[in-house]
């Protein structure tokens, strides 16, 4: 079983970068394809960002490509999100989580059926 908790969130004016980190504990770290999640203030939670088990492939939500940049380092149990051009719609509390399947799982872009959620980190852009 993985446990993963979040850190590296905060307040940023629009236009301004932030790097999230999600660090894993346990020995299965590297089996599964990780996922970023997050859930706006008073809305459903949203696919980010995935990444495969060896970095080889990676998905993301239409509205942040080009700015997020989703990335793992297995040696260190480590998962990141950097984030840049940072709008005030991508306010939010961001999770990581584990996904049992493949990127090319019909599923990969549906928050429930990810597994093992941190407990999240606030990140606020101001306009």
């Known amino acids: 079983q993985v446990q993963l908790v979040e850190s590296g969130g905060g307040l940023v004016q629009a236009g301004g970068s932030l790097r999230l980190s999600c660090a894993g504990t346990?020995?299965?770290?590297?089996?599964?394809?990780l996922g970023w999640i997050r859930q706006p203030p008073g809305q459903e939670r949203e696919f980010v960002a995935a990444?495969?088990?060896?970095?080889?492939?990676?998905l993301y939500r239409d509205s942040v490509k080009g700015r997020f940049t989703i990335s793992r380092d297995n040696a260190r149990n480590k998962m990141y999100l950097q984030m840049n051009n940072l709008k005030p719609e991508d306010t939010a509390v961001y999770s990581c989580?584990?996904?049992?399947?493949?990127?090319?799982?019909?599923?990969?872009?549906?928050?429930?059926?990810?597994?093992?959620w941190g407990p999240g980190t606030l990140v606020t852009v101001s306009s």
């Open positions: 346990g020995r299965n770290f590297t089996y599964y394809a």
């Open positions: 990444i495969s088990r060896q970095s080889s492939t990676t």
């Open positions: 989580a584990v996904y049992s399947g493949g990127l090319y799982d019909a599923g990969i872009t549906i928050p429930d059926e990810y597994d093992s």
